[in-house]
């Protein structure tokens, strides 16, 4: 069994026992964590629409670290004209397991 959630504004494709990088959540390491945003339910042939969210289904997942991406740089650079500048960006994340999808 399949579903789609959303968390963050993204949508993820999870199933049980998949491991993902969600934006950052302000829940702890080690919690319980329930996504009520479900899209879509799916098994084999059988999908459940929503419209926009299914009623009555939940997604748990268990909340394992929290840290950051690894770094982008972004570059600004005039040409001719002795201009550069650099700056990066470390976005933070929470990883999480799925345990449980309840239709």
């Known amino acids: 069994m399949y579903a789609?959630?959303?968390?963050?504004?993204?949508?993820?494709?999870?199933q049980e026992g998949d491991t993902l990088k969600l934006e950052s959540l302000s829940e702890e390491v080690g919690s319980t964590v329930n996504?009520?945003?479900?899209?879509?339910?799916?098994?084999?042939?059988?999908v459940t629409l929503g419209r926009p969210y299914l009623d009555g289904c939940k997604v748990s997942a268990t909340i394992l670290s929290k840290g950051r991406h690894k770094k982008i740089e972004i570059v600004k650079f005039r040409r001719r004209k002795?201009?550069?500048?650099?700056?990066?960006?470390?976005?933070?994340?929470?990883?999480?397991?799925?345990?449980?999808?309840e239709v």
Do not use: A, C, P
């Open 82 to 101: 002795h201009h550069e500048k650099w700056q990066g960006h470390r976005q933070n994340y929470t990883e999480v397991k799925i345990t449980q999808i």
């Open 35 to 46: 996504f009520d945003k479900i899209l879509l339910v799916g098994e084999g042939s059988n």
């Open 4 to 14: 789609v959630i959303m968390s963050g504004g993204k949508q993820y494709r999870v």
